[in-house]
């Protein structure tokens, strides 16, 4: 069974950072693009970040270029989000992704296996 865990959500003030993890499991996580999402109230579910297992290939949506970083480590499974210099504006739910063998996915609806979502606020 295909499954992804995402942790690590909470409240921070503006400015501060918060560290993401996607714990996977019942697939090779080698073989799949994992995505970071977030939807805030009333809004879309945007792309935030994004990174290719199959040739080491990132994304990131404007607004998070040179604050967030996405990593992944295969031994344990794991891709990890880490957001840097937070602001308001950043927060939702944000949920971690995964489609089999596609270079890069930008568009959540590209994706079949999703988490069930954590919660970042920040406060100004």
């Known amino acids: 069974e295909v499954k992804l865990v995402e942790s690590g959500g909470g409240l921070v003030q503006a400015g501060g950072s918060l560290r993401l993890s996607c714990a996977t499991s019942?697939?090779?996580?080698?073989?799949?693009?994992i995505g970071w999402f977030r939807q805030a109230p009333g809004k879309e579910r945007e792309t935030v970040a994004v990174i290719s297992n199959v040739d080491g290939n990132t994304y990131y949506e404007d607004s998070v270029k040179g604050r967030f970083t996405i990593s992944s480590d295969n031994a344990k499974n794991t891709v990890y989000l880490q957001m840097n210099n937070l602001k308001p504006g950043d927060t939702g739910v944000y949920y971690c992704a995964a489609v089999w063998h596609i270079i890069i996915a930008t568009s959540p609806y590209e994706y079949n296996y999703w988490g069930q979502g954590t919660q970042v606020t920040v406060s100004s």
């Open positions: 019942g697939f090779t996580l080698d073989d799949y693009t």
